[in-house]
């Protein structure tokens, strides 16, 4: 059973950047592609990005190029920066495993970061 | 970028009762990479459905998927206390993958 953790700060200031941390803690990082989800308070799912393990990745344009995604294969870790952070980037931000056989089957427990002076 | 459209938005049932939930495409989707996932109040979403009608592992029989093209469904055919939840579609075949805005279903 593949596990996730998301971990870094819950409380960014406006126009700084949000890390974030994804550790595999069960299971390989390799052979698939990890991904960064968010969902702002009671609204929905929104893909960020996902990366493969061997490094390629693939963002959402609507981020306008804030946003990358890297992994540490020996740390069993991937990670997401999202910069120049405004209070519409307050969201709970999800890590998930993600296979084009079947989409996102592993999930993190959330991250809820707030960006806020 | 595929749009993904569910409705109806609420829904407000029994639990016995049967449902069927809608996602239809803005274009032509390859039912190999159409998912549906199940996130209950304060959970992180769960896959349900993956392929369009393969169910996850774990999964009970009364959820069950179908569709093809730009019309996909999920069913669940008689609702549990714990299926009261919100549901979203997701195609993942092509960049941005994106999901449907859900569908919750709120007990009556």
């Known amino acids: 059973q593949v596990q996730l953790q998301e971990s870094g700060p819950g409380l960014v200031k406006p126009s700084e950047t949000l890390s974030l941390t994804c550790t595999v803690s069960v299971g390989s990082i390799n052979s698939y592609f990890w991904s960064w989800i968010r969902q702002p308070p009671g609204k929905g799912l929104e893909w960020i990005g996902h990366?493969?393990?061997?490094?390629?990745?693939y963002y959402n344009s609507s981020l306008k190029g804030r946003v990358t995604i890297s992994v540490d294969r020996s740390q069993k870790q991937f990670s997401l920066k999202l910069t120049s952070v405004t209070a519409a980037d307050t969201a709970m931000y999800y890590c998930a495993r993600h296979t084009y056989l079947w989409g996102n089957d592993y999930w993190g427990q959330g991250a809820l970061v707030t960006v806020s002076s | 970028e595929i749009v993904l459209t569910q409705s109806p938005g609420t829904l407000s049932l029994s639990p016995g009762e049967r449902v069927t939930l809608s996602c239809r495409a803005s274009?032509?989707?390859?039912?190999?990479?159409l998912g549906w996932y199940q996130q209950r109040a304060g959970q992180a979403p769960r896959l349900l459905i993956y392929g369009a009608s393969n169910r996850a592992t774990g999964i009970p029989d009364r959820f069950s998927g179908s569709g093809s093209g730009t019309d996909f469904t999920l069913t669940i055919s008689r609702l549990e206390p714990e299926d009261f939840a919100v549901y979203y579609c997701?195609?993942?075949?092509?960049?941005?993958?994106?999901f449907g805005l859900g569908t919750k279903l709120e007990i009556k």
């Open positions: 997701q195609q993942y075949g092509t960049t941005p993958v994106t």
């Open positions: 990366i493969h393990y061997s490094g390629d990745t």
């Open positions: 274009q032509t989707i390859n039912s190999m990479y």
